[in-house]
């Protein structure tokens, strides 16, 4: 049982490259997250999945689109990487209904030059 | 929307001290405040949760508090050892019936650092 697992773990990309961040978790769970990290700003939702064929925006969607590929992959997509998206990114799963416990992958280091 | 303020941003303990971190919260239909931490280049990970019909609740060296009516919670260590190093984040979360989803909103952490 691996959990929440995230590819790749570094990026560097130039502005305007985009890239595909994956996700993916094998708890079954039925929604999935994605978060930005910056210094001093704590965790930040970019978007979220809270089942399979839903998605919906969060507090930072500017810059990013989202995949829900089926109930175990959650995909992030960069189109036009700039600047200001160089963070570190965390891919999180959780079962829906009452219970709420967030369970985090491992992150991917994103550098944008 | 909801928004989370937490204090410090970091402290330094003494091994065997307690720690207290501290969070506020805006949004007065809030009714789940997790707990994470994260230890150095990992994710974060849930280490104790209090919802909104409880006022305290207790793990072995970790408790955490509720204040509805001052719209606050905090995280107390007690014994405090090296590997409680980390950064801690608090989160709170509105209920499903107004509209919440699942959808947490993080303060902006405290490094907790323990000496020997």
């Known amino acids: 049982n691996a959990g929440v697992t995230q590819t790749p773990k570094f990026q560097v990309l130039k502005t305007g490259q985009s890239m595909t961040l994956q996700c993916a978790q094998d708890?079954?769970?039925?929604?999935m997250y994605w978060y930005r990290q910056d210094p001093g700003m704590g965790l930040r939702l970019i978007y979220y999945?809270?089942?399979?064929?839903?998605?919906d925006k969060g507090e930072v969607p500017n810059g990013y689109n989202v995949s829900r590929l089926n109930k175990r992959e959650f995909s992030l997509r960069l189109e036009s990487a700039a600047p200001s998206q160089t963070s570190v990114y965390f891919c999180?799963?959780?079962?829906?209904?009452?219970?709420?416990?967030?369970?985090f992958g491992p992150g991917t280091r994103l550098t944008v030059t | 929307g909801e928004n989370v303020e937490q204090h410090p941003s970091t402290l330094s303990v003494q091994e065997g001290d307690s720690a207290v971190i501290k969070c506020t919260y805006s949004?007065?239909?809030?009714?789940?405040f997790p707990w994470y931490k994260q230890e150095l280049g990992k994710g974060p990970q849930l280490i104790i949760d209090?919802?909104?019909?409880?006022g305290e609740k207790k793990d072995q060296r970790i408790a955490v508090t509720l204040n509805k009516t001052a719209k606050h919670f905090s995280l107390h260590i007690t014994e405090t050892q090296p590997e409680d190093s980390a950064v801690y984040f608090c989160?709170?979360?509105?209920?499903?019936?107004?509209?919440?989803?699942?959808?947490?909103?993080f303060g902006t952490g405290t490094q907790l650092k323990v000496e020997l």
């Open positions: 708890m079954n769970h039925n929604s």
């Open positions: 999945s809270a089942s399979e064929g839903t998605t």
């Open positions: 989160a709170a979360r509105r209920g499903l019936l107004t509209g919440g989803g699942n959808k947490l909103t």
């Open positions: 209090i919802r909104s019909n409880v």
């Open positions: 999180a799963s959780s079962v829906a209904g009452t219970i709420y416990e967030q369970y």
């Open positions: 949004d007065s239909a809030s009714n789940y």
